[in-house]
């Protein structure tokens, strides 16, 4: 409903009674409210969920959805809108210590703990009364704002307006809005973008008016509880190899979420119906059978401070949001599948691993025991959503986080038949000192120069493994197509695409787009390091040497994954194309190199015919897993064919184009996504980006369908118009004045009368043609030229 895209707050209610400190007390008044949720069949409820829940997740959510949630102020819940907001910064990439967490739902659970954490209201909490609702509503007040001041008759927004990922917060309390409305009285909500329309803004107000109630979540069917039981029995049963698995499976879900349907797994298949109910796994402090009591620590893997804990599935009733929503299947054959993987197999576990950071942090110790095959295929044929879990998770936001990775690269994976031996599983806990992950240092890791020891690290490691092959400690794998898992034929996480947009980024299955630049092979010890280092156990409250050693050590999983690939070409096309991809690079990422290239074993047997086989591998390895793959993004068909000629853009005009684009063509009645592809000479800068920046090598791609969950600019293709005109505009343009033009012409700004009409087509488009994945878009980067 309204988009407060940086600013402060919105709305808050209050969640319990209680004493609060006399500082709290004077700044805010007594708590009146217990909390604003009454039964879902209650007629109060019922208006919330169908007349101001869908304004308040149209006009407000798009923007106050996750952790980079202006102001903290997260409004997709009802526990969001009751917590309130906040001045701290969750993303802070210079914090010297780490920060206390404030994760809705497990570091504090009613309004009065909000509120100790220094969490200030949005909605009364005071006496209720109509009066009294309206006057202390900071919600209604911005709202109100915008309406007496609504956004500029200009196409782009001039000065006055901050705009910007990076635009410092203003997050005033209710005691400084007076001051903050007069200094900014253009900042009202939705933040620079246009009011809710007048029937929008009135049925806030009268809902505010009388006492903002909302609804509680309504209750499970019989099956959907039966479900729940027959999981939570499964998950917390008491020998250590229930135990053990029971821990691998949850701090590899743990960010998913789980719905219940009987679709087949692996198949490609949407479900039969779209999920109503949603799950998180999550540790509870009381067992199945009683109401669940989160285990609040930093990361899954971390010490419970209890002796004895349980896996419960919590209600997930949140708004879903496209940047977070990871949909994960449970059913009968899922659990059949992992007592296929862990359970049935006949191995011992003699001792539970401990929760300390030097075991907890790497994988390779901790879930030693497991069959390693089986740990292997449990992400290997859910990778999309492994490797989501960096995409979507609190590591995703911010270009240092992300500069790490190309713009567009393509993945496949090693066989699982070359990685299942137990001569495997024990040398990856041999080379534990060599695959050591930063998450060992914690929260607080000091800044240093760290990259020359994870470097030695990392050479150890690979000239190890070659060291054990030669001394057939390890097999010998053959060098061919046959390396490459091909999904049975059927399982379209064989081939993945990553695409990044700068400080954002987004995977989807199927190899999309132009042959890229780069590509991974990823095995089984380089999937397992990935999900650890950037979802396990990164912390987005951690100091910025936590968070820069993260990004330090993901160069090293880069390069892995680019060397697995480049084993399947001869020596000297290796070598070539990692000139081209690391051009201008430093002496020591060179001498890294080198040692990559000196831990190959042996050439490919694969017969290549031309002097770039390169450009013989690629429709090689397209061949082998195009059964399994996902068609759905693919840039082929007769409505892909009308935008003649936009896949061939490069240089200027792409380096003009924003980095993520939504485009509606009318007369067809679909949406594509434009991406733009920056070029570098290498990726190892750690802050300078700009400096490897190669804009002559941008170019653009379009393809079917809403991928990534940021969109920078919104272009309209009317019935009156047409795809071949929109991409010709395109190739015109060579200053910001030409793309002006083409906005003018084709584009839907942020300060277009029909902007929210858009947007909710858009939406409505996306629920319609990708249910299982649709979510709620957010609008925090939407360009403003």
Not at 50 to 75: F, S, W
Not at 351 to 369: G, K, M, R, S
Not at 756 to 777: M, R, T, Y
């Amino acid at each position: 409903m309204f988009k407060l895209i940086w600013i402060p707050f919105l709305l808050i209610g209050c969640a319990s009674v209680g004493i609060f400190s006399s500082d709290l007390l004077e700044q805010y008044g007594p708590v009146a409210l217990t909390d604003r949720r009454v039964d879902a069949n209650n007629e109060a409820a019922e208006h919330y969920n169908n007349a101001i829940k869908p304004i308040l997740e149209n006009r407000c959510v798009v923007c106050h959805g996750c952790y980079d949630t202006p102001c903290q102020l997260k409004l997709s819940s009802a526990e969001g809108i009751m917590r309130g907001a906040s001045k701290e910064l969750v993303y802070n990439g210079t914090r010297i210590l780490a920060s206390e967490p404030s994760r809705l739902g497990i570091d504090a659970q009613t309004t009065e703990q909000w509120r100790l954490k220094h969490f200030f209201p949005v909605l009364n909490e005071q006496n209720q009364s109509a009066r009294t609702n309206l006057d202390n509503s900071l919600l209604l007040h911005v709202l109100n704002q915008k309406q007496q001041h609504p956004l500029p008759n200009d196409k782009i927004l001039g000065s006055e307006f901050s705009l910007g990922l990076d635009r410092p917060q203003v997050c005033p309390t209710p005691k400084e809005y007076a001051a903050f409305s007069d200094a900014y009285p253009l900042w009202g909500m939705p933040y620079a973008l246009p009011a809710l329309s007048i029937s929008e803004h009135d049925a806030i107000k009268h809902w505010v008016e009388a006492g903002a109630i909302m609804s509680l979540p309504e209750e499970l069917p019989n099956t959907i509880q039966n479900q729940i039981q027959q999981w939570e029995t499964f998950l917390n049963q008491t020998n250590k190899k229930h135990q053990l698995t029971s821990r691998y499976v949850y701090e590899h879900i743990y960010l998913a979420n789980l719905y219940f349907d009987d679709t087949p797994l692996f198949k490609g298949l949407e479900p039969k119906r779209i999920p109503k109910y949603y799950f998180k796994l999550i540790r509870s402090k009381t067992p199945p059978g009683l109401p669940i009591q989160p285990i609040s620590t930093r990361r899954p893997y971390d010490k419970p401070d209890v002796s004895t804990f349980y896996y419960r599935l919590m209600r997930y009733d949140a708004s879903i949001v496209a940047k977070v929503h990871m949909p994960y299947r449970l059913n009968q054959e899922r659990m059949d599948w992992i007592k296929q993987l862990f359970i049935e197999p006949e191995y011992e576990v003699t001792q539970l691993p401990a929760y300390t950071p030097e075991v907890a942090a790497n994988p390779f110790i901790t879930f030693h025991d497991l069959p390693v095959g089986s740990r292997y295929r449990f992400m290997l044929e859910e990778a999309q959503f492994i490797i989501q879990g960096f995409i979507k998770g609190p590591v995703c936001r911010g270009q240092v986080a992300l500069n790490v990775i190309d713009d567009h690269f393509w993945v496949a994976f090693v066989n699982p038949e070359f990685q299942k031996s137990n001569a495997l599983s024990e040398f990856l806990a041999e080379q534990s000192d060599n695959l050591r992950l930063p998450g060992e240092d914690e929260s607080n890791s000091g800044i240093a120069t760290n990259w020359l020891k994870y470097s030695l690290l990392h050479n150890q490691f690979l000239k190890a493994k070659k060291q054990a092959i030669e001394e057939k400690l390890l097999t010998r794998t053959n060098l061919d197509l046959n390396l490459i898992w091909d999904g049975h034929n059927e399982n379209p996480n064989a081939a993945l695409t990553i695409f990044r947009h700068f400080d954002s980024s987004s995977v989807v299955q199927g190899w999309v787009g132009q042959q890229p630049k780069t590509a991974w092979l990823i095995s089984y010890p380089l999937l397992e390091r990935i999900h650890y280092l950037l979802v396990a156990e990164f912390d987005v409250y951690g100091n910025i040497g936590h968070q820069l050693m993260t990004r330090l050590y993901m160069d090293f999983l880069r390069m892995e994954g680019e060397s697995n690939f480049l084993t399947l070409l001869p020596e000297k096309e290796r070598k070539r194309l990692t000139e081209y991809w690391y051009r201008d690079t430093s002496d020591r990422v060179k001498a890294h190199l080198f040692h990559s290239e000196q831990s190959t074993i042996s050439a490919p047997s694969i017969h290549y015919k031309t002097s770039q086989p390169i450009n013989e591998l690629y429709p090689m390895m397209k061949h082998r897993l195009w059964p399994a793959m996902n068609k759905r993004h693919l840039t082929e068909g007769q409505a892909f064919a009308s935008f003649t000629g936009i896949n061939q853009i490069k240089g200027r005009a792409a380096t003009l184009m924003p980095e993520i684009s939504l485009v509606y063509a009318e007369k067809l009645d679909q949406v594509f996504t434009l991406i733009r592809n920056s070029g570098h000479t290498n990726l190892t800068g750690l802050l300078y980006e700009e400096e490897n920046r190669l804009p002559e090598e941008d170019y653009l791609t379009l393809v079917p369908g809403i991928v990534g969950a940021y969109p920078s600019a919104f272009y309209h293709i009317k019935t009156n118009q047409d795809e071949k005109s929109f991409a010709l505009a395109i190739q015109a343009v060579k200053n910001e004045k030409d793309y002006e033009q083409l906005v003018d012409r084709f584009g839907v700004r942020r300060t277009h009368p029909q902007f929210w009409q858009f947007s909710d087509n858009i939406h409505n488009w996306f629920k319609e043609n990708d249910p299982l994945n649709a979510g709620l878009l957010d609008y925090n980067r939407l360009e403003n030229r």
